[in-house]
């Protein structure tokens, strides 16, 4: 029960009490006070004039002393021209807010089977970096808002398309198999999507400098792009990927599989989860 329900009560038991007159909520009318006015709610008297026989001035009188003196809800009123404004004893306040502290899901709508079906897709990672700060944001924007559709009655399914092929994934693990010399997440001690970060960074180093030397010797940046040894190693490790070859799918699972528990490392620390991976 919220507080307007709660003093509705008290006003229906003041009533009774003052003028032996049983009366329903639809007939007590409360707005919150206005904020020139000391209170939280105001009755409006008028409705109540034929049931108390009285003007609205001592009629809210009547009311509000009834309610102050006799009801724990209301610590203490004013009238002005026959409204009645009332103020919510801080106990009240204080029991509702132990209320709402024992109920982790005050406020929510229950999820029904036929409910509106959401699907929010966040996070959207490559596996060839360490996740980044616009990926927190991603991260923290896309499960809240989840959260938040739940806790509003919306079944949802939290996605995540990971971005785990392609060129840019073949730059790191050709990188890791020409000079990775072997490391994993366990003898480095690195987190693995730090790891595979590392190798990506190395690859782009080694790649510039092929592309200095290539253009020291007088070629253009478009004619080094296009002799560049480095660069065609990973197009042909993409085009065996593509090929399902076996000892670069075995490779590529290897290294992804390090960089995913890396990012489910992040994502717990986060306190973010998904239903779909994709």
Not at 230 to 256: F, G, Y
Request: charged share 25%; proline share 3%; glycine share 6%.
């Amino acid at each position: 029960m919220n507080i307007e329900n709660i003093l509705q009560t008290a006003i229906i038991s003041a009533i009774k009490e003052l003028y032996s007159v049983d009366v329903n909520a639809s007939q007590i009318t409360l707005q919150k006070t206005k904020k020139e006015f000391k209170g939280h709610f105001t009755l409006v008297t008028f409705p109540l004039l034929k049931i108390s026989k009285k003007n609205p001035e001592q009629t809210a009188q009547e009311i509000g002393m009834y309610l102050a003196d006799k009801s724990p809800v209301v610590s203490e009123f004013n009238v002005i021209k026959g409204f009645l404004n009332l103020t919510i004893a801080s106990k009240v306040w204080l029991d509702l807010l132990e209320n709402i502290d024992k109920n982790p899901e005050f406020g929510f709508t229950p999820v029904a089977n036929d409910a509106p079906l959401f699907m929010v897709e966040y996070s959207s990672p490559n596996t060839n970096k360490p996740l980044h700060l616009g990926h927190i944001r991603n991260n923290l924007l896309g499960h809240s808002l989840c959260e938040i559709l739940k806790a509003n009655g919306k079944r949802v399914v939290k996605t995540n398309i990971v971005n785990d092929r392609g060129i840019h994934i073949c730059k790191s693990m050709l990188a890791w198999q020409k000079w990775g010399d072997g490391e994993t997440p366990a003898s480095s001690g690195k987190k693995g999507d730090h790891l595979i970060g590392k190798y990506y960074v190395l690859f782009d180093k080694k790649y510039k400098a092929e592309l200095a030397d290539l253009q020291a010797a007088g070629l253009s940046r478009e004619q080094a792009e296009a002799q560049s040894v480095l660069m065609e190693e990973a197009r042909e490790m993409l085009r065996q990927w593509e090929a399902n070859d076996a000892q670069t799918v075995n490779l590529w699972k290897m290294m992804n599989g390090w960089v995913y528990a890396g990012f489910d490392e992040t994502y717990e620390k986060l306190g973010v989860s998904f239903d779909k991976i994709y």
